[in-house]
Nanobody
Framework: QVQLVESGGGLVQTGGSMRLSCAAS????????MAWYRQAPGKQRELVASIPSGGSPNYADSVKGRFTISRDNAKNTVTLQMNSLKPEDTAVYFC???????????????WGQGTQVTVSS
């Protein structure tokens, strides 16, 4: 059973920093792309940042220069360092893993449960 467990999140003031982490488990051999998405109330879920295995990260324009995504392939973890946070960054942040090869199956796409990030003005 694959699991994505997120940690971090909470309340921070405008201009502050926060770090989100996500650990994938479940007899995983490899994960092609790990990513963070977010969904604000009344809005669609949107991609924040993604990083393919061995590739370069990709960022939404709204977070470029402020957020940094990184991953540890050996540990199947992905981290999102968020700096200079703005109230518009307030959302539920979801970890995503795509192209998961486990010992018994291939999984196209898998989501974490989400973690709330609130930036106060």
């Amino acid at each position: 059973q694959v699991q994505l467990v997120e940690s971090g999140g909470g309340l921070v003031q405008t201009g502050g920093s926060m770090r989100l982490s996500c650990a994938a488990s479940g007899s995983i051999f490899s994960i092609h792309t790990m990513a963070w998405y977010r969904q604000a109330p009344g809005k669609q879920r949107e991609l924040v940042a993604s990083i393919p295995s061995g590739g370069s990260p990709n960022y939404a324009d709204s977070v470029k220069g402020r957020f940094t995504i990184s991953r540890d392939n050996a540990k199947n973890t992905v981290t999102l360092q968020m700096n200079s946070l703005k109230p518009e960054d307030t959302a539920v942040y979801f970890c995503n893993a795509a192209g998961i090869q486990t010992t018994w199956r291939f999984i196209d796409n898998y989501w974490g449960q989400g973690t709330q990030v609130t930036v106060s003005s």
